[in-house]
């Protein structure tokens, strides 16, 4: 598998992050309307709300749609949309995975890679 | 206010040239605003407004302003990717309505295929985009990002292979007649299907290719449109979204069009029924599926169906689209198809096409781009223009 690009962390997002290099997936929740959003930002993008708390997830998911994407001549990756149990999609790659055997629909589990910089990322895998 | 018959296009020209290793990419938009000039009769004082997108070159309109010397009271750089430059015939419309300006001048040029650009590998984004950080890591790509939409859209509608293979098999029908398209030989659908797959489920051949180029456009008053001796294309209407995840409660399977067509409609006080011919921005054979759904050509989840069985080629089907070839087989100048979607409603409009793909007695002609990426957030713009 050919490497990883790292997130370019910024102080907005940095909590974030280190949750993650933690081991921790959270989904920020916004305390003024209650509503969890992707990506994470300083300011609700429902209600402008800068009252925003990182939730831990559940870490579980469905697959929402995805592609198997070719790199180079002889490698390949997976690209998805997962909707989390928590309601928010984002973006992210399915690992660990026969990319042949992927449906829309199908229960994934997050799965924590290091990037190329050792800051871990969020994947996904079959659960 | 309208800007229903306030301004018309007077002035069309698309550069010829697929390949620019020899050329600055200054130098092509100079080219360009020289070939729409002439187009129309005008020379470059009559010029008081000028549009430019960038084009993702860093170059700014002031830059682009000196360099062209022009004299301007009105300027526009909107950026909204491949569909910017529809946004600026509608922006342009409503500065000359409000009389902010009499003749504007739009170019857009590029070199992306002398640059090595692709659209299978990540491109660059700027380092304050804010999304970023969430899709560089996962190596989203422009094909990856429309590839996303038509695995949806196959898995909610049915939508087949074989149906969006129909696009580009009507694209290349009309591409044998242009000498300057890039692809001019007619495929089958079976050869789409037998292309190499890039990002599932697109093949190279539901992609479009990758040129350097660029074209032009004049918008003016109508005091002026009437002074040309060129043949009058008035705008209608015009419409204008942009479409992203929305916090996260992402939808794929609506884009932009669907706000910005029936916004331009309205506007120009047509429906979809009444165009005879349509520009629709093929950067990918689901691009063009998603927004004939979208703009009311079919309902929705049943554009796989419309495209089918050569219902998109001239003479035979019942909606004719990219008469050139379009993106998928002529050229995408800087990556960005809009500016040449505009320009063969234009000639369709003027009775110019090639003879071979013109359509009869084509007064009402729809133009229609989606910019940026359909499955993360992208610029939708629509223009109906009318022959008089
Ligand atoms: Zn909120």
Not at chain 2, 173 to 199: I, Q
Not at chain 2, 271 to 284: G, H, L, T, V
Request: with cysteine; charged share 20%; proline share 5%.
């Amino acid at each position: 598998m050919s490497k990883i690009a790292s997130p370019a962390v910024t102080a907005e997002t940095a909590q974030f992050w280190s949750r993650v290099n933690d081991g921790q997936l959270t989904v920020p929740q916004c305390k003024s309307c209650g509503k969890f959003h992707w990506y994470p930002r300083a300011n609700c993008p429902f209600c402008t709300s800068d009252s925003i708390e990182l939730k831990p997830a559940k870490g579980t998911g469905t697959i929402y749609t995805y592609s198997v994407s070719r790199r180079g001549k002889n490698d390949s990756y997976v690209i998805a949309y997962v909707t989390l149990d928590e309601g928010v999609t984002v973006m992210t790659n399915i690992v660990n995975a026969d990319a042949a055997k992927l449906a829309i629909g199908q229960k994934v589990r997050v799965a924590l890679v290091e990037s190329e910089n050792g800051q871990r990322v969020p994947m996904f895998e079959p659960a | 206010m309208t800007i229903k018959n306030r301004a018309f296009i007077v002035g069309a020209y698309e550069h010829p040239t697929r390949h620019a290793p020899d050329k600055s990419l200054v130098q092509l938009h100079a080219e360009v605003a020289i070939g729409a000039l002439a187009d129309a009769g005008l020379n470059k004082n009559d010029i008081d407004a000028y549009y430019f997108a960038g084009d993702a070159s860093g170059l700014s309109s002031m830059s682009m302003v000196d360099y062209l010397n022009l004299k301007v009271r009105h300027i526009d750089s909107t950026e909204a990717g491949g569909t910017s430059y529809l946004m600026h015939v509608g922006h342009a419309a409503q500065a000359i309505a409000a009389g902010k300006c009499n003749a504007a001048l739009i170019t857009l040029a590029g070199r992306p295929r002398s640059e090595g650009s692709s659209g299978a590998v990540p491109r660059a984004t700027g380092d304050a985009s804010p999304e970023a950080q969430w899709e560089v890591p996962f190596s989203a790509t422009t094909v990856n990002l429309y590839a996303m939409c038509a695995q949806r859209h196959m898995y909610e509608y049915g939508t087949t292979p074989e149906q969006l293979a129909w696009v580009k098999v009507a694209a290349s029908h009309h591409a044998k007649y242009n000498p300057h398209a890039m692809l001019k030989n007619v495929v089958t659908v079976d050869e789409v299907l037998g292309s190499p797959m890039v990002s599932s489920p697109l093949h190279r051949l539901d992609c479009c290719v990758v040129s350097d180029g660029g074209g032009a456009l004049i918008v003016a008053k109508p005091e002026i449109a009437a002074a040309l001796k060129r043949p009058k294309v008035a705008v209608l209407g015009a419409g204008e979204a942009i479409k992203g995840q929305s916090g996260g409660e992402i939808d794929l399977m609506t884009s932009g069009a669907a706000v910005a067509g029936p916004a331009a409609f309205a506007e120009a006080g047509v429906k979809p029924a009444d165009i005879k011919y349509a520009s629709i921005y093929d950067s990918f054979t689901i691009t063009v599926v998603m927004q004939l759904e979208d703009l009311g050509f079919c309902k929705k989840g049943e554009g796989g169906k419309f495209v089918a069985d050569g219902n998109l080629i001239s003479g035979t089907g019942k909606l004719p689209f990219n008469t050139d070839g379009g993106g998928l087989c002529s050229n995408h100048p800087s990556n960005r198809g809009g500016m040449t979607k505009i320009i063969e409603a234009v000639r369709q409009l003027r009775g110019e096409a090639h003879p071979a793909v013109q359509v009869k007695n084509c007064n009402l002609a729809l133009a229609q781009g989606t910019g940026g990426r359909l499955g993360s957030r992208h610029g939708s713009a629509t223009l109906i223009m009318e022959r008089q």
